[in-house]
């Protein structure tokens, strides 16, 4: 949820006001970290189908960063592609939370 708040002020705070670049660090870094905490206590409970699209969707996360961090520390400003791979994952986590409360299958 922070994430999704964090995404909110990277918007109100756009590049290159002093705010942007720590606000969507964190972010960046809080996404995976709640996809994949989300995942496996989801598998811990018994979930092991939500809880495993949830970690592999972290991974996905993880992967991006790194391609991201590595695209920044090489000096490059080409950075939308990877940004948006980090968080197309948590966006198609709360789809798929959303469509699963809509279903009535959230608990």
Do not use: C
Request: hydrophobic share 60%; glycine share 10%; charged share 5%.
């Amino acid at each position: 949820m922070l994430a999704y708040v964090l995404n909110v002020f990277v918007g109100l705070f756009p590049y290159p006001q002093p705010l942007h670049t720590p606000i969507a660090l964190v972010q960046f870094v809080l996404i995976p970290v709640g996809l994949l905490i989300f995942g496996v206590g989801s598998v811990l409970r018994g979930a092991s189908r939500l809880g495993g699209i949830a970690v592999a969707l972290g991974i996905v996360a993880v992967v991006s960063n790194l391609w991201l961090f590595s695209i920044i520390s090489a000096g490059s400003e080409a950075i939308a592609l990877p940004e948006l791979a980090v968080v197309l994952p948590l966006d198609s986590w709360a789809a798929m939370m959303i469509w699963r409360q809509y279903r009535g299958k959230l608990a």
